[in-house]
């Protein structure tokens, strides 16, 4: 895996990643941790709730798509610091036993005019389950740092 | 507390939370689960980077939110559901020791027209650490249910 510096990244480029499965104890310990509400806690409860059924919390997907990033394709040189999230949406829930994987897609390029060592990359990353549906959307901006220059002497 | 409906909620309202403390063991914790970066992992070698020193990932940040907001002044009947997020940034790192609370301002409220028995309000949460920095910024809509409607008969 080379690492990626911000001369290397172009609008258009996709970059995937592997895959994690997610278990129900595993939404069930998240939630109890991060967010304890019944249909993320207990599947009997979450039956009549909006969920209809035990479902990850959000935080979770959008945790597990951090992972699958951080052991993808797409890895900057100074590694994946996001600056901030322009969207973040979760089209349909993530439920035991699905499996989740990343698709990144580069927006757009840009070269910073106060700090020439860095800039920033737009990419909208898809986060799918196991039927290729999506489960998180988001676009965001991430920190990249450019090449150094070689000074020669 | 009680359960708060669609009709109980208007523009312009604030609500609190109470806090929660981040220690480096759960920052390099979180970490080494769901965002394995140096920066979030090792104090050392923390030191060198971008972040100038240990920091909590942002997701870390936003699943401690996400736990505050659940036991915190703003609680919708039928429990906090994110429809997704129009902006959310970290201006600044989550360090160990800091303790982050949470105030939501409700910025719209929108009936549905499709179904009646519920609606969406907008809501922009601060999460602040213990000098009130804000470490979290977020423009979110939450699904709201209408309060029911009692037939007499």
Redesign the interface.
Known sequence: MTALYLEDFEAGQTFGSGEVAVTEDEIIR?AT???????HLDPEAAKV??FGGLAA????T???T??LL?GGEMLPA?????????????PRPVRPGDTLHVVSEILEVRSSKSRPTQGMIKVRSHTLNQKDEVVQDSVGNL?VVARPVRTSR
């Open positions: 998240f941790q991060f967010d304890p509400q019944p249909f709730t909006f919390s959000g935080w979770q959008a945790a597990l951090m992972k951080v100074n590694g994946i610091i996001g600056a901030g999230f322009e969207s973040l949406n979760w920190v």
